[in-house]
């Protein structure tokens, strides 16, 4: 299946993630509430790509509802270098779309009699779901191209998963998951015009900065990932914070950017920012919650709700067009690996 096919069928899968969770995966997340109570000492996330960015939209709901602290590990450092500090009374969620990522899965099986270990996989059946205590599925389909269902479907898992690892109630996301999947057809159907401009302002970027904060900078990893898997084009993602502690230096005619502002101070940070470089002769494309004031330098594309949370999740077609669109562009088709695979096997 082509990458374009895959990014189209978001909205579909998103919607019979909600349905199942509506129904038999209610009782999934309610067992998750089982594994965790006051005496978790952490709740530590795993994974690797897609997979290790995802957490980043539920870390800072967890940080202020659960009284464990959070801990963000890419699974092949944790493997390495931090097996020796996982205790009994920690929760584990390893996070592989495959199910059988190399460094996600050794984790998953090294710790197989570890009773606090939670899986988010595509596939029950693969090594780190049968290894780990629980596993909730993402429900995406068959994908064989860049992540674009499975970052989507994990996403909004972390969401539910959140919920659940907080003693909260999980329903009122199972209905904004609903809004966002009609969202993404919409985009689909109706803004094609918006990736045409957003793609010709990007041009003549040989280097792509993505920037943005809180739980929108999975946005913005994901896009860095992907933009190099697809286009071949170099990018590097930073916080809009560490954007201005040195790398503002390289702001200014032939400095490129993508950037995420979702609602709230932190929003209002990265479009005041996006305004500035653009002024300063930086070419870029803000996915925005609110308009930003127009310059021949920027382009804003406006998405909503406008949520921390679920801005990543409204992003995710827009992103996905724009990255089919810069690949085509430098002569490349986005899904075609020629250097690795779907499923990476080797550390």
Known sequence: M?????VAEQGRVLRDLVEFYRADGDELLCKVGHMTSHRTRSITFAGMGTSEFVPMIVRDYLGDKSKSPVVLWEAGELLHHGMESIRDDDVIVAISQSGESIETRRVVEILQDHQG??????NPRSATARYSRLDLPMLAGKEATISTKTYTNSMAVMLLLSRALATDDWLPVLDDLERAADSMDEFLANRGSEIDRAADLLKEAHTVYFISRGPAFTAA????????EGSHVFTCALPGGSMRHGPFEIVGPGHHAVMFASDGHGGDLMRSMALEMAELGSRVVLFTSAQVGGHTNLTSIVLQPGEPELFSLE???PQELLLDRMA????WTAGIFTRGAKITERE
């Not at 990893?221 to 190099?228: D, E, G, N, P």
């Open 117 to 122: 270990v939670i899986s988010v996989t595509n």
């Open 328 to 331: 085509a562009d430098r002569g």
């Open 315 to 317: 992003c995710a077609v």
């Open 221 to 228: 990893r994901q896009a860095a990932l992907t933009f190099q």
């Open 2 to 6: 082509a990458f374009l096919d895959e």
